[in-house]
């Protein structure tokens, strides 16, 4: 299991990337507004801080959740555009190294291709 903030920070971007999420995306995206009113943004720059990364939360100095739901991360394309948008879903197995992320409580991957088993113990 990890033990500090920077193992859950390459483990979180391992598991995005297994999953097909494109770097740029995680490290870049971020949402601009309060929870009920705003808009998905670039940052011109990648990101080095996790909690600033696409749908991550820390709390304590660890990450405790993952929101890497399809619409959150698209939301702000017109529904022509979702449709073409090549970086649309995570696709493929949880990696098994997201469990490696022992301060994590929540995991939302809703409107994804996610497909294979979740391990026994969760």
Avoid at 10 to 30: F, I, N, P, S
Avoid at 37 to 46: A, I, T, V, Y
Avoid at 58 to 63: D, N, S
Wanted: proline content about 3%; charged content about 35%; hydrophobic content about 35%.
């Amino acid at each position: 299991a990890n033990t500090t903030l920077e193992q859950d920070k390459e483990t979180v971007l391992r598991c995005w990337l297994a999953m097909g999420g494109k770097e740029d995306v995680l490290r870049r995206r971020y949402w601009d507004g309060d929870e009920d009113d705003g808009e998905w943004k670039m940052r011109d720059e990648l990101s080095d801080d996790v909690s600033q990364w696409l749908g991550v939360k820390v709390e304590g100095g660890r990450v405790t959740r993952l929101e890497w739901n399809w619409g959150e991360c698209t939301s702000s394309l017109p529904s022509r555009k979702r449709e073409q948008d090549p970086h649309r879903f995570l696709t493929g197995a949880i990696p098994a190294e997201m469990w490696m992320l022992d301060g994590l409580t929540e995991l939302s991957l809703a409107e994804n291709e996610i497909c294979g088993h979740l391990p026994s113990g969760i």
